[in-house]
């Protein structure tokens, strides 16, 4: 009980809160905020990404559990996916173990960063996908997508061993892959079905890394009492926050992080920092306006299902 006292429990239990209220304002960001924040907090690579795997595992496990009581996901695809990635997903930590050996430590941060960059780029696109849609006149179609199972099993494969290794991934590449695959999919079940791939998929990642390299249980506790009621109070707050402003700041963010984890330098990684902070608006303006839609505006999500919905979200 004492560990669970010390300023450094204290410290990644303020951290997953705040991380926690991302999630739930956005669905995303996830792994990809919380494991660097946690080396940054001194914890080792190779525990922060076990430990995080862990909290992940509980709490994508509840997400999915309203998600699956409402119908949302896509079952038969959600199902491609699991086969796909979760035998990968599963030898994540063995891999990380046999290809790093003595340096396994270096060699995460470095598979971080770049899962970090990456990450940040299927941000971007995935705003864009989006506005696309939105242009498009945003209508669901009727019936559920034909599945294609050969790029379905290898989205998941991909997906499994990034997460495998690194804990990012399962939140923003397969969720933009499955916009590529399906972009006639509607976004509740976009996000059900992510759901519902992402439990057995971590989980598999989860015990590939307590496998290797155990818990502790010091940081994986305040991980998930943190995290879970911060995840709770963002998606109350979701519909008072613009999501285009999050989201464009956490590509920023994930950007620098990755950038960082690398091994750029902070002069460099200021520069192009405030590159981004005041550049980045004014590019995602133009491309807006590319589109027929007002320079600055708050981004529609996905589909409309009715013309309500439409409504509401024009009120906005």
Same mark, same amino acid.
């Given at each position: 009980m004492a560990d669970l006292l010390t300023t450094s429990a204290l410290a990644v239990l303020a951290v997953s809160f705040g991380v926690g209220i991302v999630v739930g304002l956005t669905g995303m960001g996830g792994g990809a905020l919380m494991t660097p924040a946690l080396i940054f907090l001194g914890i080792p690579p190779s525990a922060a990404v076990a430990n995080d795997l862990v909290a992940a595992a509980v709490n994508k496990t509840v997400g999915a559990s309203v998600h699956w009581r409402?119908?949302?996901p896509n079952i038969k695809l959600a199902t491609y996916l699991i086969v796909g990635s979760v035998p990968f997903a599963l030898a994540g930590g063995f891999i990380v173990q046999e290809i790093g050996g003595e340096d396994a430590e270096d060699f995460l941060v470095t598979a971080i960063g770049i899962a970090l960059l990456f990450a940040a780029a299927s941000y971007a696109l995935r705003m864009y996908l989006q506005l696309r849609l939105v242009t498009s006149g945003n209508q669901a179609p009727a019936g559920e997508p034909a599945i294609r199972p050969i790029p379905t099993l290898l989205v998941g494969? *991909?997906?499994?061993?990034?997460?495998?290794?690194?804990?990012?991934?399962?939140?923003?590449?397969?969720?933009? +892959?499955?916009?590529?695959?399906?972009?006639?999919?509607?976004?509740?079940?976009?996000?059900?079905? /992510?759901?519902?791939?992402? *439990?057995?998929?971590?989980?598999a990642a989860a015990i590939g890394h307590? *496998? #290797?390299?155990?818990?502790?249980? +010091?940081?994986?506790?305040?991980?998930?009492?943190?995290?879970?009621?911060?995840?709770?109070?963002?998606?109350?707050?979701?519909?008072?926050?613009?999501?285009?402003?999050i989201r464009r700041g956490?590509?920023?963010?994930?950007?620098?992080?990755?950038?960082?984890?690398?091994?750029?330098?902070?002069? #460099? #990684?200021?520069?192009?920092? +405030?590159?981004?902070?005041?550049?980045?608006?004014? +590019?995602?303006?133009?491309?807006? %306006?590319?589109?027929?839609?007002?320079?600055?505006?708050?981004?529609?999500?996905?589909?409309?299902? /009715?013309? %309500?919905?439409?409504?509401?979200?024009?009120? %906005?």
């Open positions: 409402t119908g949302s494969a *991909v997906g499994g061993l990034l997460v495998g290794i690194t804990s990012v991934g399962s939140g923003s590449l397969i969720m933009v +892959a499955l916009l590529l695959l399906y972009p006639t999919l509607s976004a509740l079940k976009l996000v059900g079905t /992510d759901l519902v791939q992402a *439990v057995p998929l971590v989980l307590v *496998v #290797v390299n155990g818990v502790d249980w +010091a940081v994986l506790i305040p991980l998930i009492i943190g995290g879970t009621p911060g995840t709770f109070l963002g998606a109350r707050m979701a519909s008072w926050v613009s999501q285009s402003v956490i590509v920023i963010v994930l950007s620098l992080t990755g950038l960082k984890m690398l091994g750029v330098s902070p002069e #460099v #990684v200021g520069i192009i920092g +405030a590159g981004l902070l005041l550049l980045g608006p004014l +590019a995602w303006g133009f491309i807006r %306006q590319t589109r027929g839609l007002p320079a600055f505006d708050n981004n529609a999500a996905a589909w409309y299902h /009715d013309r %309500q919905d439409q409504k509401q979200t024009q009120d %906005q």
